[in-house]
């Protein structure tokens, strides 16, 4: 069957599981400026690795923070030809079984993170990426605007400057490892960088599009190659172990295939050489993950049969 024929079918299947959750979850309010978004929004988009859009939902080209999506961003730039391969130096790759915001884990690890995807990891990540650039927001945009093919995606500087006042969590993370040695830059400048990567907004399909290079095996939307083969599958392996906090198991169970979240309520997933998918509703559950985003992604794997087990 065509992807025309097939896709449609399942955008249906989807939001049949999920309008009556449409709502549910509590918007994260610990950074003011992302409580004012309306709880009631939603939208799925699934870009294909031949060109494909498929979206349903009403929100699927309305914009929301990416927030921790970014982190498996900024790792592929660190991974890139290599330039920060000393980074696994500097960060593991377990889960962490902890809060993404977590303290007293990395205390008693000497300053060093359990994976990139919680926010001690990707401050390590963050911070790499600016001694390789000189401006890890900078690239992150870059990257995104290349492969959203839309020039026009920035820092929401309302949200930022509110990361920035709520940050003091993320600023006693930053300073407990420069304290083990484990940050380069001046910590102040590693935050900023920090609070306006999690503060770039995008849409679903916005999402799906700029993910797909981890679809793609690598390759970015003009054929040219991001990533390795093998540091593709790297990441991928990091999204479905420690890409949904300390419900990484929850999803690998409930979904099966990789994905991140952010607390802004998006989520992206990836089924390796076929798809991304991106869901966003703003609800999130007790763990930090969108209710409605996981609902569909759970309905998709089921009806596709995508899963990587
Ligand atoms: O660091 C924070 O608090 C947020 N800006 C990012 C949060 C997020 O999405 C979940 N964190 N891993």
């Known amino acids: 069957m065509d992807d025309s024929d097939y896709y449609p079918g399942v955008l249906d299947a989807v939001m049949e599981q999920v309008r009556s ?20 929004e939603f939208g799925f988009s699934i870009a294909t690795v031949d060109g494909g859009m498929y979206s349903t939902g009403d929100q699927a080209r309305t914009r929301f923070s ?17 330039a920060g391969s ?26 060093v993170p359990r994976n990139p995807m919680i926010n001690p990891g990707a401050l390590i990540v963050t911070d790499q990426l600016l001694s390789d650039t000189g401006d890890a927001v900078g690239e992150l945009r870059k990257l995104l605007c290349e492969e959203t093919g839309d020039p026009d995606l920035h ?14 969590r993320n600023r006693a993370l930053a300073y407990l490892m420069a304290s083990f040695g484990n940050i380069r830059n001046p910590v102040p400048e590693v935050l900023d960088h920090y609070f306006r990567q999690c503060s770039i ?37 990091v999204m479905l172990t420690c890409g949904t906090y300390d419900a990484a198991g929850e999803f690998a169970y409930r979904v ?4 991140k979240s952010g607390v802004g309520g998006g989520i992206l997933a990836v089924v390796p050489g076929r798809c991304t998918v991106a869901a966003w509703g703003p609800g999130l559950d007790a763990k ?10 759970e309905a998709f794997t089921d009806v596709t049969g995508c899963s990587v087990f």
């Open 288 to 297: 930090g993950n969108s209710v409605t985003a996981a609902l569909a992604l």
């Open 201 to 237: 907004t995008v849409s679903c399909e916005e999402l799906a599009r700029a993910g797909l290079f981890l679809a793609r095996r690598g390759r970015r939307a003009d054929g040219s190659e991001l990533l390795s083969v093998s540091d593709t599958r790297r990441i991928l392996a």
């Open 155 to 168: 820092t929401d500087n309302l949200v930022a400057e509110s990361e920035s006042r709520s940050g003091d």
């Open 21 to 40: 959750h449409i709502g549910e979850g509590r918007v994260a309010d610990y950074i003011p400026e992302l409580a004012d978004v309306d709880p009631d």
């Open 86 to 111: 000393d980074v696994w130096k500097r960060v593991h790759r377990e889960p962490s079984g902890n809060a993404f915001n977590s303290l007293h884990q990395l205390e008693f690890e000497n300053g």
């Open 66 to 82: 990416m927030q921790s999506i970014t982190k498996v961003f900024t790792l592929a730039l660190v991974m890139r030809g290599h």
């Open 256 to 259: 099966g295939i990789p994905c």
